[in-house]
């Protein structure tokens, strides 16, 4: 029996994938090269020095760890300028109703996020108030799709894995539920993200009620 949701952040609770597009796409262009959105895809989900090594590689660019720690410092600078002015109009369509409902339906509720900015985004845009547990890239050390960030969200939730339901944007966080033995509720386009039990354009079309028919 389901007793908790697991949520990403990025993609499922907000948008925040133009913020990291714009900020990825000024810091290539700077070295000379750009990238495509489609090319965008593959970041999703993925740690920002994952997303950097990646980029790298598109451009065929070579650098030192120093370098790259300077890249992506210069890249995140961009998008906490970015983050730091959101709102709560930039929650996704369903997702507050949803994190009420649940919480109301007795589910506990946690974050599982690969970012390191998640607070912020979290204050910024007044979700904070609906989590009981906050895991985010400044409390794992693998990235999805390594589960820790989700068995770790489970273990301080104090639920078995098996009774949690991710939510997920991104290919690599539903390989990451599944590593994880967790349900997984897929928010996109159905034809993507085909491992998840279940998969919504977005948390409009779900219900707690839903979640024990994964
Ligand atoms: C994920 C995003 O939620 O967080 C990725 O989908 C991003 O695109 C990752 O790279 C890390 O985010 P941040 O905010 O720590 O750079
Ligand atoms: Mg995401």
Redesign the pocket.
């Known amino acids: 029996m389901i007793q908790a949701c697991i949520f990403?952040?990025?993609?499922?609770l907000v948008d925040t994938?133009v913020y990291h597009y714009q900020a990825w796409k000024r810091l290539a262009n700077e070295m000379g090269f750009d990238f495509t959105e489609e090319q965008n895809e593959q970041l999703?989900?993925i740690s920002r020095m994952d997303s950097l090594d990646k980029i790298l590689g598109w451009g065929q660019q070579q650098k030192t760890p120093e370098e790259k720690a300077l890249l992506a410092a210069r890249k995140n600078g961009w998008y906490v300028e970015m983050i730091g002015k959101m709102t709560p109009a930039e929650i996704l369509p369903g997702a507050l109703d949803f994190l009420k409902a649940a919480r109301a339906a007795g589910l506990k509720t946690g974050l599982g996020?690969?970012s390191k900015n998640s607070a912020l985004i979290l204050e910024r845009t007044g979700l904070l108030p609906y989590f009981d547990v906050l895991v985010d890239g400044n409390h794992v050390t693998k990235s999805k799709p390594d589960p820790e960030v989700f068995v770790t969200c489970a273990q301080q939730l104090g639920i078995a894995n098996e009774n949690c339901v991710v939510f997920?944007?991104?290919e690599a966080?539903v390989q990451a539920a599944k590593a994880a033995h967790m349900k997984c509720v897929g928010i996109g386009s159905t034809g993507a993200l085909t491992s998840a039990n279940r998969v919504v354009p977005d948390l409009v079309h779900l219900t707690p009620q839903d979640l024990n028919n994964l």
Do not use: N
């Open positions: 990403d952040l990025d993609g499922v994938a999703k989900g996020s690969a997920e944007d991104a966080g």
